[in-house]
C-alpha cells in the first residue's frame, strides 16, 4: 500500500527575513512529525503556500527532510501563480539536484497579501517542461478536481503529465470516475483524503466536503481508494496525532 503523508511547512513571519539557521529552527518540529509517521507511510507530499499563506519554500523543507531521512520519497508543489517559467524551471532543477521525486504544478490560491500573477496556465507549464525533457528527471503531476468536468480538463489531459493528485475526495464512486477515464490512458492517480475528525473539521466545512462516507470507518475508505489507484495521499492539518494512529493501523 502507498500511503503519502501531506505536509505543511511552517509559516514564515510577515516582516522578517530568516538565516538559513533560523529556518532550519521552524523546520525542527515538521522533522520530529516526519521522523514519527515515517514508520506509517511511504512518502511526503510538501505544499507550497497552501491558501496564499506565506511559508518556508517547500525546496527548503525539502531539504531539509532529505538531510534528515534520505530515503523518503518526496513530492512537492510548486505554484505558477508566483513564478515566471524562468523561475520554475529553476526550482524544478533544484528538486531534482535535491532528489525530489516528483513536483505537482498548480495555480495556487490568491495570496491576501500579493496580488502577484504570472497568468501561467498549469498544464502550459508541464508541456513547456515536457520540452525540456525534464520529465525525464523527474515526474511532472497536474492537479484535478474530485468531480471534473471531463470536457473541460482535456488541456490538462493533452499535456501527458505522469499522473493528476487530486483536490479532496468525499466517495469511492469520485475516485472510480476518475480511474475509468483516466487509467486506460497510462496515468497515475493520487486521490487526496482529509482524515475526518473534531480538528479537522473547520478544514472540511472551508472545502464543503462531507465526510459523511466514511467518516466512521477511514480505514476501509482508504484501503478502497487505494484498491483502485494503488496511491493515497492524507491531509489532517490539525490533527496529527489521529492521523499518525490510522496510518500505523494501516501499515500493519
Known sequence: MTIIYEVNPPKLPKD?????????????????RI??????????????SVLGTK???????SKSIKKNFPDM???????????????IEKIVND????????????????????SKDSGLIPSQVVKHLKEL????????????PANPDFKKIQKKIDAKPIGFITQVVESVDQVSNLVSLLKPHG?????????????????????????????????????????LTTNVLITSPNDFNGVQKTLTKLAI
Open 16 to 32: 522578517k527575513t530568516l538565516s538559513d539557521d533560523e529556518r532550519e529552527n521552524l523546520l525542527e518540529k515538521l522533522n520530529e
Open 187 to 227: 496515468f497515475k492517480i493520487i486521490p487526496i483524503v482529509l482524515f475526518p475528525s473534531d480538528k479537522n473539521l473547520k478544514s472540511a466545512q472551508f472545502l464543503k466536503l462531507d465526510w459523511s462516507n466514511y467518516e466512521e470507518n477511514v480505514f476501509d475508505f482508504i484501503k478502497k481508494i487505494h484498491d
Open 73 to 87: 520519497k518526496i513530492t512537492i508543489s510548486v505554484r505558477v501563480r508566483d513564478n515566471d517559467l524562468t523561475e
Open 35 to 48: 521522523s514519527e509517521i515515517s514508520k506509517s507511510c511511504d512518502g511526503v507530499h510538501v505544499t507550497d
Open 95 to 114: 528538486a531534482i539536484t535535491l532528489g525530489v521525486n516528483g513536483v505537482l504544478i498548480l495555480k495556487g490560491d490568491a495570496s491576501p497579501d500579493n
Open 133 to 144: 525533457e525534464l520529465d525525464k528527471k523527474i515526474d511532472l503531476f497536474l492537479s484535478l
Open 55 to 61: 511559508r518556508v519554500s517547500p525546496l527548503v523543507a
